[in-house]
């Protein structure tokens, strides 16, 4: 019978026969699957496991350190970068979906390759792809028709010549947060909703600058905080703050005002291939409307997106 505790001594065991006495770098994002696949390397093999964290500069609010303490916390052997000037000067003036994605995947790679040099005798590659990682990647990148490229930390490149570990390979998302509980990670941990590689960037739609990231980082935690604390973060897939490239007039005591609008999304999905809008309760949209703009100078205007997918997509980009 499949359970966590037998996968994790199953797996520690077969991560030890793989690695030996090599070492193994690792990309993590802050998000449950290269956490988990993380801590399951370490249990394996302890600090010869080397972890790369990038601040790209389109995380969410305070996500960096956050994460990087939750990372100690676990004992994980981890290394922040701070990219973030790195980005925004390379996203400027880039308004695209695609070429942002495609800015954002290709200066990843150059930071984690500049720290993968950096430690010495590394033969192996960790990462946290999960089963569906390999099936959408068929059905997204196969010969018919690219969608939207998925630029997930997983797209490290092959000339690297490093050999993969992968060991949550045959997992599903809710395996896979067992095996995580099971390893003592931090349940606020465990429970994250799914956030995409490029962040940020591809919920400002348009060109990203650093101030409309700060804006969408404010509204953007008001939101996620309001959801925990009315006990509606879990009941959802998946929720952000999108920022969108219209202006429109506001009052603001006597003043007139022409400032930015934010878009709300959540939605409920199994695999986020379909989804449905979340049906929110009116009074919470009320209460983190008035919240966002009373304390985010620059936006004026707080809009819900009840589209659902398909035909619309979780993300505007
Ligand atoms: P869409 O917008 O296609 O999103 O309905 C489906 C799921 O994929 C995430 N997503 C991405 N993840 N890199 C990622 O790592 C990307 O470029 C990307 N685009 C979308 C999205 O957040 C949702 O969970």
Excluded: C
């Amino acid at each position: 019978d499949w359970t966590p505790a037998h996968f994790v001594s199953d797996t520690v065991a077969a991560l030890q026969k793989q690695i030996g006495q090599r070492k193994v770098i690792m990309a993590l994002s802050g998000g449950v699957d290269s956490t988990v696949a993380a801590t399951l390397i370490h249990k394996a093999i302890g600090d010869r496991l080397m972890g790369i964290f990038v601040d790209n500069g389109v995380l969410r609010k305070d996500e960096f350190e956050q994460v990087l303490s939750t990372y100690r916390q676990i004992g994980l052997n981890v290394k922040g970068v701070d990219a973030k000037n790195l980005f925004y000067s390379q996203l400027a003036g880039k308004s695209d979906p695609e070429a942002k994605r495609k800015t954002i995947g290709r200066l990843f790679i150059e930071v984690f390759q500049d720290e993968a040099k950096k430690v010495e005798g590394v033969e192996l590659l960790g990462q946290g792809t999960i089963y569906p990682d390999v099936i959408e990647s068929v059905s997204v990148h196969g010969p018919s028709v690219t969608i939207k490229s998925h630029h997930n930390v997983g797209g490290l490149p092959e000339k690297m010549h490093l050999e993969l570990v992968e060991p949550l390979r045959f997992l599903f998302k809710d395996e896979v947060r067992r095996v995580g509980a099971e390893l003592g990670i931090p349940d606020d941990l465990l429970q994250r909703h799914p956030f995409p590689g490029p962040g940020l960037a591809i919920r400002i739609l348009g060109e990203v600058t650093e101030e409309k990231v700060r804006l969408l980082q404010e509204a953007d935690h008001i939101y996620i905080k309001g959801l925990k604390d009315h006990h509606l973060y879990s009941t959802v897939w998946q929720a952000g703050a999108i920022l969108l490239p219209v202006k429109s007039v506001g009052v603001m005591g006597d003043e007139r005002t022409y400032e930015f609008t934010v878009a709300l999304r959540a939605v409920t999905s199994v695999d986020g291939m379909t989804a449905d809008w979340a049906h929110l309760p009116y009074t919470f949209l009320a209460d983190i409307s008035n919240d966002i703009i009373n304390s985010v100078k620059g936006i004026n205007r707080v809009v819900y997106d009840i589209s659902s997918k398909p035909p619309a997509t979780i993300e505007w980009e």
